[in-house]
Structure formats: C-alpha cells, structure tokens
C-alpha cells in the first residue's frame, strides 16, 4: 500500500448501527451507517468504497519523527493486534486532514506508517480503524478457479494506469492473478483508491455497508489514468467536492486535467466503461469537453477517474459540509 499526503442523506436511512469505541471512551459512540447499493454489468465498472468499518481507535498526535507517530495514551500492541487485519491510520484536521496511511508497526505509544510520513504535526488529532477488504466488500462477485472466468478486482498500484489484480477462488478467498496459493491474509486496500471490477457474469446489485466518514480523503492522482473514490456516500458534486483545487487547468481538455464521471443508462442501471469528460478551464470552473460554457452541478456517486497531465500529485475530495453534523 502507499500513503497518500497533501504537500503543498439516503445513506442515513439504511437501518444499519454501528458502535465506533474510542481509545479515551468509557462507552461506545454511535455513529452514522447504513448501506449502499452500486449497479454494476458486465465490463469494467468503476467502484470506490466510502462507507467504512469503526473506528478503533481516536486521539491527538503527542510525537512525530519520520514515518513514526506517537500517542503515549494508548497501548496500539494492546489494540492493534489481529494478524489478519491491516490498519490505516488518518489525519482529522489540520494541514494534512484527510491523509492516511497504511500501519506497518505498532510499538506502546506510537505507531509506524507506510512511507516517509504523514506530516501532520504534533497535536493533530487521528483515528485509526481497519481497511476494508477484498472478500468483505466485493465476497458477491463470480468466483472461479482462475481469473479467466472469475470476475477480477483492479487495485491502483499508484503508477498511473497500473493495478494489481485479484479474484475470487472458488475457495472463497481473493487469490492475485495468476497465484495458485492464498494470501498470508485477506487482501486489502486504502478507501481513497478507485477499483476497477471486471464483470463476467451479468449484472449485479453490490451492496456496501459500513460508517460515514465525517472529513475528507486525500488521494493520489498519479500522471496518466489514475482511479480515485468519492469520500461522501452522497451529496457531493464534481464542483464543491474540492478536487478541482489539484488539477491542471486549460482552455480545453487538450491540455488540462480531464475528470472522468461514470454514467448510468437512461434507465439507472450500470453502463459500464461510459463517462462524461470534464476538465478545469482557466476560469477555475469545470466544463464538459468541448463546451464553451461552465457545467451545472455535476453529481458523483463513488469514483472518478482522472486523467493527469502533470507529474504526480495528491488532492483533497471532501465531504458536504452538512456531514460535520451528522
């Protein structure tokens, strides 16, 4: 995995409830859950997870050297000790709210994450909980014995246009493509990347349940095609989502970033492999390609994909601003 650092209503409705208990909490907090369901067909459907498992833990940053972070209030051994799961550790405020990174060891008091670091200075407060899953989040898919006729999960390897490829054995574990042998554990991946998923065998409701995330996510957008998950479940436009604040900007999607939204039929079921273009004028507002115009209110569900025309880099997808009360 990679960290990914910023350098320079329906929802609700489900009738799921989660308990989130806090490292300092004498009693666990409710928070605000439900499910959602993705339309998926056969091709390549764009999919990005942002509904998320409870929180594990929560506090504010006392040390930081490097890729070591520190909480002497906490024992992590004490908490952070399923061999089977992998942690992601997130910043909630300051300049780098949003950030996450993989947990790569734990230590009594602080923790080490994937990378250089996650600058984000002392006092920030975090979270950390478990990232999801292969076989929790998609375990619905067409299994098979090879990935020649299972369906195929796409996870970014943060070059753009690369992915790792995963599907699900008729064992019932997501194998790497390709791989005769399971996984030393379940496979997982950071919820600020877009996946891809191959669909071999009709269409198919996906249902995703979990928490709502009250802060945004920072995510990677790597030169080339890069996929990218939506951080709110709802509500969100390409407009006031944030992301337009890290793209190159143009008078046409010649030059300028172009931001791919996934349609849907007339009908509301999945298209897959079908997006409406947009980019970045000079002006600082998105236009569809080839417009003159700026776009209306664009709405996006769970993932973008964009195309990058500069170096690498990271940006902010932010949540409604009526989340914080949620």
Not at 210 to 232: D, H, W
């Amino acid at each position: 995995m990679k960290a990914t650092t910023l350098k320079t209503a329906a929802i609700l409705a489900g009738s799921l409830s989660f308990l989130a208990g806090s490292a300092f909490s004498q009693s666990a907090v409710s928070d605000p859950g439900g499910y959602r369901t993705q339309k998926i067909g056969d091709g390549f459907n764009l999919v990005g997870v942002n509904l998320h498992n409870p929180v594990i833990i929560s506090g504010s940053i006392d040390t930081e050297t490097g890729a070591d972070v520190g909480d002497s209030a906490v024992d992590y051994t004490a908490i952070l000790n399923d061999p089977a799961a992998t942690y992601i550790f997130e910043v909630l405020d300051g300049d780098q709210i949003g950030a996450i990174a993989e947990i790569t060891a734990v230590a009594n008091g602080s923790v080490t994450v994937d990378g250089a670091g996650i600058g984000a200075g002392i006092g920030a407060a975090y979270s950390i909980r478990q990232a999801p899953t292969l076989i929790d989040t998609f375990g619905d898919l067409n299994p098979g014995f090879s990935a020649t006729t299972a369906d195929v999960v796409y996870i970014p390897t943060g070059i753009g246009g690369q992915y790792d490829q995963f599907f699900q054995h008729t064992t019932g574990v997501f194998r790497a493509q390709g791989s005769i042998s399971n996984p030393p554990k379940p496979v997982s991946f950071l919820y600020s990347d877009g996946l891809l998923i191959e669909r071999k065998d009709g269409p198919l409701d996906l249902i995703i349940t979990g928490m709502v995330k009250k802060v945004g996510t920072i995510v990677n957008i790597p030169n080339g095609f890069g996929a990218v998950a939506v951080s709110a479940p709802v509500g969100s436009t390409l407009q006031d989502c944030g992301i337009a604040a890290s793209l190159k900007t143009g008078f046409s999607a010649t030059t300028a970033d172009v931001v791919y939204v996934p349609t849907l039929t007339a009908g509301g079921d999945a298209n897959p492999g079908v997006y409406d273009q947009y980019f970045v004028h000079t002006t600082g507002n998105f236009r569809a390609q080839g417009a003159i115009a700026d776009a209306d209110p664009v709405p996006i569900d769970n993932g973008l994909l964009i195309e990058r025309k500069d170096p690498d880099t990271a940006g902010l997808i932010d949540v409604p601003a009526f989340f914080a009360n949620l």
